[in-house]
């Protein structure tokens, strides 16, 4: 009898209280998967749901995900690439996608050549083993993290990139993810590898099929992905959750810069009911990140994003900037925590935190932290909240633009820093318009 | 240039307004005709750009009494934007930046919109681009201000600039040239100042606000007026720009005062 099925019934606030049903894999030949998952299985039956006595979600309710039952997808939804072409991204000449955290081999073009490794974890095991076993959830620790003991505990499916040393992947890499049924919870899981001097472009996008008849309906996406950059690698890392207004999206993501490593992510939240994004990030030596998301969200979403950049040793730099769009009665919440630890001198951080409020019953909570132990630093903080400038909009209006046009036009500008930092030509576009559309019906 | 038989533009009875509960306008009377330049001048605070604020429907101006006819119609009937469709045009004293809007994206949004209140074509971006660009030689400006944020890094002549280019664009009936001269070096001057007088005809009419004469040597007003108090209370042909550069203007207060005193 394994781990996974000798599970007691868990007392109120453990996870049991929203699965109907635990984890039910198939025993890999590989006994340190094995290990993990029990691993993870273990901490589940010991982890509660976070809930606001927690400081980490003080401002984040996640109450409405546990009054519902979720369960991983009996079977996989079949797609055919007509249903999802549409999702595709023009630049991305890799690409994988999972349907309901379950991989569409059919739907996906996998790439082994020349050594760059993009395929799913159970058809790499054989012949790539070490490398997984080194890093595969080696970073994302899940000893007092729910959700990533939960995704952990299904480890089973996962994206994994390996780029070997000193190669340049031209195109970017398209990682797919595609919610079809409700009341399904799926466990994506994404590794990536940048092996010393590699580059890669990572795209890590989470969308919603709307099939004839479609309604928004919940589902739980539970996503864990773990990035490692070994020395003088680059990764750049563009992450889009687009999911349906009913989802939920609890996802976690760590990131390990090796000296002199350069990582630059651009993350965006548009949408689900609930989204949390933990994004992690420790810097070696002379290493250097930049990390800017938007979360443009509206009636009554609540996206959630906590940032930790840890500056571990000197010379290290990072730059970041948040921005969220709040309409409706929605809330965002924006905790930046930015370390830098004894010894790690010389470090030149900057972060900063901007919002608009769009409405009277828009909410945002915004938390820029710093701890800073060494004593030869630069660094420098700062948040707003504001409302449109009026002067610009009288501007615009005296232009005879109309006063929605106006605030619209207003609107996206703001969206727009961020999603012009976005490297990918096609995905910028779309998201532009996808903005723009939003924007639009807000004002 | 003053035409016979010319139609009345603008016509203000009595205006008065108010910002953050004081009143900046007393009882101003203006009238201009199709065809018609008129300079506005006067000391700082005697109401000149309160004056083009109100007119622009700015909302942090409060109308408290008088009439605005706006070609016979009610101007304070509309709002900011439909004036501005109707064909009322204010160059900002200090035209404000927009980082992150594109300037060629919001030309044609501008231009698009007044276009379409006239019944006119609208054109697409590669349209725009071509016509704009014929726009932009009228001013020596740079195909470059069109890729860049509305204003963002622009200098003080570049802003003034693209004022003018707006209109340009959108051919109003009425420009109030809100101190469109400050902060121009001569060459930006001498090009801003061609660039209205070509847009200058007989069916419109411009009113420029300023404290100095040297605009006026290049862009020849019909009339000017002297502000003082939210009232204009001297009105006098060209020359009497040049006689405010050598006089100063206490001389016209004091005229003023003795003209109401005789009354």
Redesign the interface.
């Known amino acids: 009898m394994s781990a996974l099925t000798a599970i007691r019934r868990p007392p109120e606030g453990h996870l049991e209280t929203l699965m109907t049903g635990l984890p039910q894999l198939q025993t890999s030949p590989l006994p340190w998967i094995n290990t993990l998952r029990a691993e993870a299985v273990n901490r589940l039956d010991v982890l509660t749901l976070p809930t606001r006595r927690d400081e980490e979600w003080r401002f984040t309710n996640i109450s409405p995900l546990t009054k519902l039952s979720f369960a991983p997808p009996l079977s996989a939804t079949h797609l055919e690439a007509a249903d999802v072409a549409h999702f595709y991204i023009e630049e991305a000449t890799t690409r994988l996608v999972f349907v309901d955290g379950i991989y569409a081999p059919q739907l996906s073009s996998a790439a082994s050549n020349s050594g760059v490794v993009v395929s799913n974890l159970p058809m790499l095991l054989a012949a790539h083993a070490a490398v997984i076993e080194a890093h595969l959830g080696r970073h994302a620790t899940f000893n007092d993290n729910v959700f990533a003991a939960l995704n952990t505990a299904f480890l089973h499916d996962a994206a994994v990139i390996v780029v070997p040393r000193n190669m340049a992947l031209a195109a970017p890499v398209h990682l797919l993810f595609i919610a079809t049924q409700k009341e399904v919870v799926s466990t994506p899981r994404c590794l990536v590898v940048a092996e010393s001097g590699s580059a890669v472009t990572v795209i890590e996008d989470y969308v919603v099929l709307h099939q004839p008849g479609w309604q928004e309906e919940a589902h739980f996406t539970n996503a864990v992905t773990e990035i490692t950059l070994e020395d003088n690698a680059r990764v750049n890392h563009i992450r889009i959750q687009r999911e349906g207004s009913k989802a939920f999206h609890i996802a976690n993501c760590t990131v390990s810069l090796g000296r002199s490593s350069h990582y630059q992510s651009v993350s965006v939240a548009l949408g689900a009911q609930i989204s949390r994004y933990n994004l992690d990030v420790l810097l070696a030596e002379g290493a250097e990140c930049a990390i800017d998301g938007l979360a443009l969200i509206a009636a009554n979403q609540l996206a959630d994003t906590h940032t930790c950049i840890d500056h571990a040793q000197p010379h290290g730099i990072s730059r970041q900037l948040h921005k969220c769009i709040v309409g409706g009665s929605a809330h965002a919440v924006f905790n930046g925590k930015v370390v830098v630890r004894q010894g790690a001198q010389r470090t030149d951080s900057i972060q900063s935190s901007r919002n608009l409020l769009l409405t009277d019953k828009a909410q945002v909570d915004t938390k820029p932290q710093l701890e800073i132990v060494a004593d030869d630093v630069k660094c420098a903080h700062g948040a707003t909240i504001g409302q449109l400038d009026s002067e610009e909009v009288f501007y615009l209006k005296s232009r005879g633009l109309s006063e929605s046009v106006a605030r619209n036009l207003l609107t996206y500008a703001f969206a727009a820093e961020i999603i012009d930092r976005i490297s990918v030509a096609s995905l910028k576009h779309q998201l532009e318009q996808s903005a723009f559309e939003q924007t639009r019906s807000e004002s | 240039m003053i035409y016979q038989d010319s139609k009345t533009i603008l016509e203000v009875r009595g205006l008065s307004a108010t910002v953050n509960g004081i009143e900046i306008l007393k009882g101003l009377d203006f009238t201009i005709k199709s065809g018609e330049v008129h300079a506005i001048m006067g000391p700082n605070g005697s109401g000149k750009s309160t004056f083009a604020k109100v007119l622009?429907?700015?909302?942090a101006y409060e109308v408290t009494a008088g009439s605005v006819l706006f070609e016979g119609k009610n101007l304070f009937e509309l709002?900011?934007?439909e004036?501005?469709?109707a064909g009322v045009?204010?160059a900002?004293q200090y035209?404000?930046e927009?980082?992150?809007?594109a300037n060629s994206?919001?030309l044609r949004?501008?231009y698009n919109?007044?276009q379409a209140?006239r019944g006119k074509e609208e054109l697409d971006p590669l349209e725009f681009d071509d016509f704009v660009r014929e726009k932009m030689k009228l001013l020596e400006m740079s195909p470059d201000f069109l890729d860049r944020?509305v204003n963002e890094g622009f200098s003080g002549g570049e802003k003034k600039r693209n004022e003018i280019l707006?209109m340009a664009l959108?051919d109003p009936r009425l420009a109030i040239l809100d101190e469109t001269d400050s902060g121009l070096d001569i060459d930006a001057l001498r090009i801003v100042s061609q660039g209205v007088n070509q847009l200058a005809n007989k069916d419109n009419a411009i009113v420029l606000v300023t404290h100095y004469q040297r605009l006026l040597n290049y862009i020849v007003p019909d009339f000017v007026h002297v502000m003082e108090a939210g009232r204009i209370i001297k009105t006098g042909d060209k020359d009497l720009a040049l006689e405010l550069e050598s006089r100063g203007y206490d001389w016209v207060g004091a005229e003023h005062q003795a003209t109401m005193a005789t009354v």
Do not use: D, W, Y
């Open positions: 622009a429907g700015h909302t709002a900011p934007e004036r501005a469709r045009f204010l900002f035209p404000i927009i980082p992150g809007v994206q919001f949004l501008s919109t007044v209140q944020s707006q959108l």
